[in-house]
C-alpha cells in the first residue's frame, strides 16, 4: 500500500509542454527543447504539509510536523506525461520518535509553455510539534498527535507572459535546457478549500493561558482570489542555472473554528504565497538540480488576530540523463504522439 500511494503521488506531479516544442513557441536561443527524446530521471524526493498555530509577539508559534519519509525512485518524462516510480526504504527512514504519520498527498505541479499550474489534494494523519521544549517542557520528547489531520484541496493557475525565452520546465523537469538568462511575469489565481481537525484542542492543556486559539479543536476554510508574481532563471556559462519564482495572493476567506461549546465563523482578507527554487546543471545529455516547490495558506479565524498557516512542498533531487528511443519504443510512442496531438 505504501508503495502504492508513492507511486501514485510520483505519476501526479508530472507535467506538460505544449505539443512538440517547436520553434515557434519559443525563442530557441534561450531554450533547447527535446520533443522526440525521454528524460530518464533517478530522484529523491520529500513531501510536507505542516500545520502553524499563530502566536502573539515573542511567543513561539506552534508548529505541526508529519512524519513523511524520504523517498528514492527513478521515473520519465516523454513530451507532457510524466511518470515516476519511487518509495520510503527503511534505511532512509529511521525517525520514530517524531511519531507516524498516514498520507496521501497528490501534489501535482503542471508546466506548459504558457502555464504554470499546481494541484493539490492532501489528506495527512499523524503529526508532531516540530520544538521538544514547546509540548514537553523540560523533557527531550517530542509532543505526538496521532489524532491531527488535514485535508487541503486546491490549485493555483498562473499565465508565463514571457514564455518564448522563460521555461519552468528547464528549471524543474530537466526535460529542456534554459541557456541563457530570462524572466517572466506570472498572473492567475488559486482557491483552496482545507480542514484540520484533533480529538482535541491543538493548544496543548498546559500552553493554553498563552494562545488564543485555546479550545479550538477544528477548522474548516475556503480561500480564493487573484495573484501576480515573478519568476528568473540566472544562467551561469551557459549550464548552470539558478531559478526563483514567487508569486503573492490576495484572497478573499471563510474560517470555521470548533471548539467544546460550538462555532464561529469569519470572513477575513490576507494573502497567500508560492515560491518555487532550483538550482542545478544542465547539458545535452546530462542534468541534475535540487529543488523546493512550496506553497504557504494563510488564515485567520475569530479566535485570534494572529494568522496561522498550511505550509505544503516538495523538496527533490534529480539526476536525468535525455535518451533517443530505440526502434520499438519510438514505435510505440508514435502511438503516443498521435493520441497526444488528438
Given amino acids: 500500500m505504501k508503495f502504492f500511494i508513492v507511486v501514485l503521488c510520483s505519476f501526479f506531479s508530472g507535467s506538460f509542454v505544449n505539443g512538440q516544442g517547436t520553434q515557434a513557441d519559443h525563442d530557441s536561443t534561450f531554450i533547447t527543447a527535446y520533443p522526440t527524446l525521454v528524460t530518464a530521471r533517478f530522484y529523491f524526493s520529500q513531501k510536507y504539509t505542516n500545520f502553524t498555530v499563530g502566536a502573539d509577539k515573542g511567543i513561539s508559534d506552534l508548529v505541526y510536523r508529519p512524519n513523511t519519509t524520504l523517498n ?3 521515473g520519465a518524462t516523454y513530451r507532457y506525461l510524466t511518470l515516476n516510480l519511487a518509495y520510503g526504504f527503511g534505511f532512509l527512514n529511521n525517525d520514530h520518535e517524531k ?8 501534489q501535482s505541479h503542471l508546466y506548459s509553455r504558457k502555464w504554470a499550474i499546481d494541484l493539490s489534494g492532501q489528506f495527512y494523519k499523524g503529526y508532531y510539534l516540530n520544538n521538544k521544549q514547546i509540548g514537553y517542557p523540560g523533557t527531550a520528547s517530542y509532543y ?14 498562473y499565465r508565463v507572459l514571457n514564455s518564448r525565452n522563460f521555461s519552468f520546465g528547464a528549471a524543474t523537469l530537466l526535460n529542456e535546457w534554459q541557456t541563457k538568462s530570462a524572466g517572466s511575469f506570472l498572473m492567475g489565481a488559486e482557491i483552496f478549500y482545507g480542514a484540520i481537525s484533533g480529538d482535541s484542542a491543538f493548544v496543548p492543556t498546559a500552553l493554553a493561558e498563552k494562545y488564543d486559539q485555546a479550545g479550538i479543536r477544528k477548522i474548516h476554510m475556503v480561500k480564493l482570489g487573484p495573484g501576480a508574481g515573478y519568476a528568473y532563471t540566472y544562467v551561469y556559462d551557459k549550464h548552470f542555472f539558478f531559478t526563483g519564482s514567487f508569486t503573492a495572493n490576495i484572497n478573499a476567506g ?7 461549546t460550538g462555532s464561529r465563523d469569519k470572513i477575513t482578507f490576507s494573502p497567500n504565497y508560492i515560491y518555487r527554487f532550483a538550482l542545478g546543471y544542465n547539458s545535452a545529455v546530462w542534468a541534475c538540480n535540487f529543488m ?19 505550509r505544503t512542498g516538495n523538496f527533490r533531487l534529480n539526476l536525468t540523463k535525455r535518451l533517443m ?4 519504443t519510438k514505435k510505440r510512442l508514435h502511438f503516443l504522439d498521435d493520441f497526444l496531438d488528438k
Fill in 72 to 74: 528514492m525512485g527513478v
Fill in 99 to 106: 511519531g507516524k504519520t498516514k498520507y496521501l498527498d497528490l
Fill in 144 to 157: 505526538v498527535r496521532p489524532d491531527i489531520g488535514i485535508v487541503l484541496l486546491g490549485g493555483s493557475a
Fill in 254 to 260: 471563510w474560517v470555521r473554528e470548533f471548539n467544546s
Fill in 292 to 310: 523546493l516547490v512550496g506553497n504557504e495558506v494563510n488564515f485567520r479565524g475569530a479566535a485570534s488576530p494572529n494568522n496561522n498557516f498550511v
Fill in 325 to 328: 528511443p530505440g526502434p520499438v
